[in-house]
């Protein structure tokens, strides 16, 4: 499967807990965005990398909230001490291209859940 | 304020009919206009992308239209089957003012198609 993979699919946590996800984009892509999704509602953009640059961060995002993308490659989403409401889905998409986004692929989500 | 606005309301149509949905926008000037289709639990997944200087776009039993006077796009699917039921998500693709291009969703709307 050469699609956009995320690790792992469900996590359960207790508040406080530090939290990681991994996504592995689409190898020759050069965009990766993080998006989070409540229920009933749209994909939120969280934030944006170029290659290994990460060009943009929501406002949305407090300091518990870092992301990487280290060599251009995988990327990691990290939150610590979560809190309850931080359980949504995390969304990970990759393009290509130099001018518009133009189609994202989507990986399947990581849903968190915070006790 | 920048708003896209999808009928949050569930749209229930008889199969074989034709359901269209409507995606209207403030405050952005996208260079695309995109589609996209989400199953419960799972990532969205492209469907139709259509460039500001273009009027109407057609994939199979898809129709896509933007209006970028009325800042609008309609999503048609014609000869709709149960198996169309899902949450369609519109999403705008635009230069932002860091200098790249950012993807923003909408709401999405919940289709049903009733046998």
């Known amino acids: 499967d050469t699609g956009v993979s995320q690790d792992p699919r469900h996590k359960i946590t207790k508040r406080g807990q530090n939290v990681t996800f991994r996504c592995d984009p689409i190898?020759?892509?050069?965009?990766l965005y993080w998006y989070r999704q409540t229920l009933g509602q749209g994909p939120e953009f969280l934030t944006y990398f170029q290659n290994e640059a990460q060009l943009e961060k929501s406002r949305l995002l407090s300091d518990r909230f870092s992301a990487e993308r280290p060599k251009g490659s995988f990327s990691t989403l990290e939150i610590q001490r979560t809190e309850q409401g931080d359980s949504a889905m995390y969304l990970c998409?990759?393009?290509?291209?130099?001018?518009?986004?133009?189609?994202?692929?989507f990986g399947e989500g990581s849903r968190l859940t915070v006790l | 304020s920048q708003k896209i606005e999808q009928n949050s309301e569930a749209l229930n149509i008889q199969e074989g009919k034709t359901a269209t949905l409507t995606c209207n926008y403030t405050n952005y000037s996208p260079a695309y206009l995109q589609w996209y289709r989400q199953d419960p639990g799972r990532g969205p997944v492209f469907l139709l992308l259509i460039r500001e200087n273009e009027k109407e776009k057609r994939k199979e039993r898809l129709k896509v239209t933007f209006d970028t006077t009325l800042k609008q796009s309609l999503f048609h699917i014609t000869a709709s089957q149960p198996a169309d039921s899902a949450t369609y998500l519109c999403a705008l693709d635009q230069m932002n003012s860091g200098g790249y291009q950012k993807v923003t969703f909408g709401i999405g709307t919940k289709l049903q198609v009733i046998p």
């Open positions: 998409a990759s393009s290509l291209g130099g001018g518009p986004a133009g189609e994202l692929f």
């Open positions: 190898s020759e892509h050069n965009r």
